[in-house]
T-cell receptor, first 115, second 108 residues
């Protein structure tokens, strides 16, 4: 399968715990995006990487959130001291080198439930 | 006011019906996406269009840049078309405004 993959698909955690999600983009894609989607809403942009550089961050990405893409391939999104309001679907997308950034391929998402 | 508005929010149709989902936006754009999200979360890009009309199987997307309006049509709808359909427009090179989605249920 050559699509965007995300792990885990589902995560249930207790409030206050730290969680980390992983995204593996399509192999030749150098651009990677993280989004958050709450129930009944469209996705909201969180952050964007070009290769290993984090070039854009949303105001939604509080100090408890950190994203990395150390080798320009897979990316991780960590949430520290989770709160119930963090419960959402976290989506990753990637875009090909040289292509339009409008052309984004989405992964299946990681659904986080904070109890 | 949201920059991207979709209607209807929820839609129930009988199998075989012709379906239309509408998207209006308030920002200047060069392209618009229609996305499909099935229960369980994953999003699939259906169309990216900047003018006119595109067709893929039973799906047709149209856009009128002057009127800032796009429509997604599904002909001969089928229960497997049941999903949330999301309209998205870029507002910087790397960020999008997303609509809240239209939840479609097609009944056999």
């Amino acid at each position: 399968d050559t699509g965007v993959s995300q792990n885990p698909r589902h995560k249930i955690t207790k409030r206050g715990q730290n969680v980390t999600f992983r995204c593996d983009p399509i192999s030749e894609h150098n651009r990677l995006y993280w989004y958050r989607q709450t129930l009944g809403q469209g996705p909201e942009f969180l952050t964007y990487f070009q290769n290993e550089a984090q070039l854009e961050k949303s105001r939604l990405l509080s100090d408890r959130f950190s994203a990395e893409r150390p080798k320009g391939s897979f990316s991780t999104l960590e949430i520290q001291r989770t709160e119930q309001g963090d419960s959402a679907m976290y989506l990753c997308a990637s875009s090909p080198r040289g292509g339009s950034s409008y052309e984004q391929y989405f992964g299946p998402g990681t659904r986080l439930t904070v109890t | 006011k949201n920059e991207v508005e979709q209607s209807p929010q929820n839609l129930t149709a009988q199998e075989g019906e012709f379906i239309t989902i509408n998207c209006s936006y308030s920002v200047g754009i060069s392209a618009l996406h229609w996305l499909q999200q099935h229960p369980g979360g994953g999003i699939v890009s259906l169309f990216m269009l900047s003018s006119g009309k595109k067709k893929h199987g039973r799906l047709i997307a149209t856009i009128n840049i002057q009127e800032k309006h796009s429509s997604l049509h599904i002909t001969a709808s089928h229960p497997r078309d049941s999903a949330v359909y999301i309209c998205a427009v870029p507002y910087t090179g790397n960020q999008f405004y997303f609509g809240t989605g239209t939840s479609l249920t097609v009944i056999p």
